[in-house]
Structure formats: structure tokens, C-alpha cells
């Protein structure tokens, strides 16, 4: 995440700021500085404007005071494609803040008060609550960008300054589920606060706590705003709450102490199952609902290496495919996205924290020190080996996601595709003379293939979105998933390798709703033999009965668990 300032963060004053998610640019209200006329009132939007690392897709205004709303048209003119984003009260302010501030800027132009051209007109004030859009308090809405390559959701709460005033929550992941923990960031001075090392979806409760899952648990940190500080340790207040595979909990919190939460039940998690090419006989290699992502198979089709979640912290796992048994390989809590090396012996994985990331491997059987491959002060990840065993795909998240090679020998790293769009989940063919990855460059999420390591042609393979690819064992087909209108499809392209690469034609294989996978990257695999796939099943809704459970007056229990500054 990159973070930059383009207006006062402590005196009154051109409130705006930046922030940029993964390829997705958010701007934090669009203020003006009263005490200065026309143009240099203004925030510092030259810092974004026409850089492609910075891009502006949202604008979110927290209230309607002038310091944090009046360059609104401003923005809306500079950037024409984005959306403002705000509460309903903050808009009917805005349609008499706006227009009267340009009347005013007009009328002290005339009066000689101010020799300043205004910033913008009536007209351009009306015009622009074309781009509002209204959100009701504690309503998640998406604010991903074109060019994000994770989901980033909004929630606004009240902030109990003016009428409309909100407060903004950003909910994203970082791509591959490693939880970075749970944070409260200050929109005036700027300043970070780390609550909890591990964590994800986090809700906060108007009786000055900070709610979030660890496990099926949920747990509340005392939170003082005023004073801007945790002022206590996070303490358990509810168990059996159901946590989603990825993290989502099923829970909320009302203004006036109503609890709502689904019970975990048995259908939490996923299991490790095979299915045909055609989604059916289905055979679950786990009977114990975990939190798997990212499940590998060794080139041998014996062992599956897999991610495991629990309570954030993220390790990896080796199951032995024909018993089941599993045996943990990674005890830091921060390791994931598994990658076997050619000759099955290692695994790659993902391992850091914030400033300090790297790429390590290990002997599988654990009979070896873990090593560092490399080293980043970005998010990186291993992606795909070649069948030499000397070189490894991995991906750098930087400006945006980007794909190198890294040289085992030398120790070098070489840009495969760097470029301001996102490049991610490579799959180097069995013969290693074919690279297929997601890229975004086209508007939609979709597959490509290229020579590897290039230069060559570029060959889309999917067409208005898919993700995910693996190459068949013969490497006469490319596996995908299809997302769009609610339904998730698993497709096969036939392929021609020689003399030319082409795409032959297209198939669906099965419907995949009922297998877990993100819109993007690739939580399944495809066996040696070819004819069956490894997925993460989740139990069909006619096996479960849903169940909401609704706690009345929940604020008394809460502060009775976990008191507060205002409660001692």
C-alpha cells in the first residue's frame, strides 16, 4: 500500500489524501484551504495526476465542510471516469455547499475581494453530482480499481462531527490470504496503529472497541479515538462464529448493540477432493473442514502442499494423498503460496512481513534448514518453475503485480512481464517452452500465453475474464475459470503448440460454484494422469441449514468482557 499527502493532515486546510491498494488509487476528500484564494487552495493533485503508478479510481468524502469537500468539481474535472462516494446527508449538503461556494468565488472576483479566478463554476458544481454515489452507514461497498489485483471493499461509519459526517473502513486482502493484521489509521495526522499481528475483516462497535475473528472466535480490543490508542489485550467475547475460507466473518454489529452472527457448524472451511473432468465423482481426500488455500500436487502426484489458515496465521501443510495424513512444514505463520520444485524434493513458498518479504524453499520431507531465495522490501511470491530447476517465475508487487525470473545459480532476477498493469499466477508448460499467466492490460481479468522466457506473441486464451490457468501433462490444453453473472465455470482450450501456437477451440468443463476459488489466481490443480482435478469442495447448500442467531442488548456484555477508558 503507498500512502501520500496532498493537503493539510493538522490544521484546517486542503484535507486530502492518497492512497494507492494494489493498483487501485483512492483519494480521501478533496478540501480546500480557506485561507487561500483560487488555485493555490487547492490539494496537491499534480502529485497523481498523469502518473501511472498512481491511478485514481474513487474519491471518498468523509463530510461537507469545505476543508474536506470543496474541490470536489476540481477533481471530478481532472479525473472524469471515477465515482464520489459519500452518505446521502453529505450529498444534500454538497448540492448547497458546492454551487454557493462557486457564486461566492464569482462574487468576490467581481468585488475585487480576491483577484483569483474561481476553481470552478455553478455549472461545474451541478455537473458534477453526476458522479455521487450514496452509501448508507455500515454498508460494504467494492471500490476496486481496473487496475487492482485484489478486491478492496468501503464501509463508512458514524463519525459524530456534522450531519452526514462518516468515518471510512477499507477492507482488502493482499492477494494470497496472508492476513497483515488489524490496523486503524488516523485520516489528521496520518499515523498507524497496529492492533493485532493477525486478523482480518475487523468491525468497530460505537462502545470503543475494535472486533475482529481469530479462528471462530471473534475477539474485541478496547480502542480510545479521542486519545487515538489501544488501551487494553484482545479478549475473547464469542466462539462458534462461522469465518469464511477467506477470511470474511459472518457477523455485525448494530448502533444500538444488536448482535447478528451465523454459528460456525461443521461447514466452515473446505475440504481436499477430487473430481473428473466432467465436476462429478467427487472423492474428498479430508473429512475435517479446514481453511485450505492454495493446494499444490508434487510432480508425482503423491503429496499435495497446501496452505492452512488458522486464526490468520497461515503455514503450510504436506498431505499424503493416499492416506490423508498431513504434516505441518512451515511453523512461522506467515508462509503461502506454495510452489514443488521440478524434482518434487523442495517446496517454495512466501514467507514476511511488512518491510521484510522473501521467497524461501525447504526439503519436503524435512530433513534440510529452510533457505532464503531472495529478498524484497515488496510482496513476493514463487509462481512456477521452470523443468530445468534452475530458474523460478515469481511475482513482485511493487506499483502493481509484475513477474521476474530468478536465477538459482547467479542468484540473479531478470523482469519477465513488468509493466502498469497486473501480471500474476504464471504456469510454465511441461516442455518450458510456453509462459500462460492472468494479465488485466485488456480492461477484464483474462488468460495469455507467450514463449518463455520471449520475446514472442501474445495469444489471449480467455475472453472477458478468467483466471487461474494450469496446462494439462501433455500440454495440449490450458485449464481455467471462467467468472461472470454469478457462476464460476472450470474451461479447457485446446491447443496447437507446433509449428505455430493457436487456440483450437474452447469447452466448459463443469460448473464450479461449489468449489472454493478467489477471481483471481488459481486454488485447484490438475493430477499427472489428467483425468482428475484437485479442488477445495464446500458443502452444497441442501446439505446445510442456514442459521442466523441475533443477541439483544450485546453492548452490556461486551463492556461488562472488555471495559474501556470511558468505562473504568
Not at 3 to 9: E, K, T
Not at 253 to 267: D, E, F, M
Not at 383 to 407: I, K, M
Request: proline residues 5%.
Amino acid at each position: 500500500m503507498k500512502y501520500v499527502p496532498l493537503g493539510s493532515s493538522s490544521d484546517i486546510g486542503a484535507s486530502c489524501h492518497y492512497l494507492q491498494i494494489d493498483g487501485t488509487g483512492i483519494l480521501l476528500d478533496t478540501g480546500v484551504d480557506p485561507q487561500q484564494d483560487g488555485l493555490d487552495g487547492l490539494p496537491l493533485l499534480d502529485l497523481v495526476s498523469g502518473h501511472s503508478d498512481r491511478p485514481v479510481d474513487h474519491v471518498m468524502v468523509t463530510h461537507a465542510h469545505h476543508d474536506h469537500l470543496g474541490a470536489l468539481p476540481v477533481v471530478l474535472k481532472r479525473f472524469p471516469h471515477v465515482a464520489a462516494h459519500m452518505t446521502r446527508a453529505t450529498r444534500d449538503l454538497a448540492d448547497i455547499l458546492l454551487p454557493a461556494s462557486a457564486r461566492l468565488q464569482e462574487r468576490k472576483q467581481r468585488e475585487g475581494s480576491s483577484l483569483a479566478d474561481p476553481i470552478f463554476t455553478e455549472d461545474d458544481a451541478e455537473a458534477s453530482s453526476y458522479a455521487y454515489e450514496t452509501h448508507e452507514l455500515e454498508s460494504s461497498f467494492d471500490v476496486t480499481g481496473l487496475r487492482g489485483s485484489v478486491a478492496v471493499r468501503a464501509r463508512f461509519y458514524d463519525a459524530g462531527h456534522v450531519l452526514g459526517s462518516a468515518g471510512i473502513l477499507l477492507e482488502f486482502e493482499n492477494g494470497n490470504f496472508e492476513f497483515g493484521g488489524i490496523g486503524v489509521l488516523s485520516i489528521e495526522t496520518n499515523e498507524v496503529i497496529l492492533v493485532s499481528a493477525y486478523g482480518s475483516n475487523p468491525i468497530y462497535s460505537h462502545t470503543g472497541h475494535i472486533i475482529f475473528p481469530r479462528g471462530d472466535t471473534l475477539v474485541a480490543v478496547p480502542f480510545d479515538v479521542e486519545g487515538f490508542e489501544v488501551t487494553g489485550a484482545a479478549v475473547p467475547v464469542l466462539q462458534g462464529v462461522r469465518v469464511e475460507n477467506g477470511g470474511a466473518v459472518q457477523a455485525d454489529v448494530s448502533h444500538n448493540g444488536l448482535l447478528v452472527y451465523a454459528p460456525a457448524g461443521t461447514t466452515m472451511g473446505t475440504q481436499l477432493a477430487w473430481v473428473d473432468r466432467s465436476g462429478g465423482n467427487l472423492e474428498p481426500l479430508t473429512t475435517r473442514w479446514r481453511l485450505f488455500t492454495s493446494p499444490r500436487l508434487s510432480p508425482d502426484g503423491e503429496q499435495i502442499a497446501v496452505v492452512i489458515n488458522d486464526g490468520g496465521k497461515l503455514d503450510i501443510w504436506i498431505v499424503d494423498v493416499g492416506t490423508g495424513g498431513r504434516r505441518r512444514l512451515t511453523t512461522s505463520g506467515d508462509a503461502s503460496a506454495p510452489v514443488w520444485t521440478p524434482d518434487g524434493a523442495r517446496v517454495t513458498f512466501a514467507s514476511g512481513s511488512v518491510g521484510s518479504f522473501a521467497i524461501k524453499w525447504t526439503r519436503a520431507d524435512r530433513s534440510g534448514p529452510m533457505e532464503t531465495l531472495l529478498e524484497s522490501e515488496y510482496r513476493v511470491w514463487p509462481e512456477a518453475w521452470h523443468t530445468d530447476g534452475g530458474q523460478l517465475v515469481f511475482r513482485e508487487n511493487s506499483t502493481s503485480n509484475n513477474l521476474f525470473v530468478f536465477d538459482v545459480q547467479d542468484r540473479s532476477r531478470t523482469a519477465l512481464l513488468n509493466s502498469d498493469f497486473s501480471e500474476r499466477a504464471a504456469a510454465i508448460s511441461h516442455n518450458g517452452k510456453l509462459l500462460a499467466y492472468e494479465s488485466n492490460r485488456g480492461g477484464s481479468n483474462d488468460v495469455y500465453v507467450r514463449p518463455f522466457p520471449g520475446p514472442g506473441t501474445e495469444t489471449a486464451v480467455s475472453i472477458g475474464g478468467g483466471y487461474g490457468p494450469m496446462w494439462s501433462p501433455d500440454d495440449s490444453e490450458i485449464y481455467y475459470l471462467y467468472r461472470g453473472g454469478g457462476e464460476t465455470h472450470f474451461m479447457a482450450a485446446s491447443l496447437q503448440g507446433d509449428p505455430r501456437f493457436r487456440i483450437l477451440g474452447q469447452e466448459k468443463l463443469f460448473d464450479g460454484v461449489r468449489f472454493w476459488n478467489l477471481p483471481s489466481g488459481a486454488h485447484y490443480d490438475v493430477h499427472p494422469d489428467g483425468q482428475r482435478f484437485l479442488v477445495l469442495n464446500m458443502r452444497s447448500a441442501d446439505e446445510e441449514v442456514a442459521k442466523i442467531s441475533v443477541v439483544l442488548n450485546w453492548f452490556e456484555e461486551l463492556k461488562r468482557r472488555v471495559p474501556t477508558v470511558t468505562d473504568q
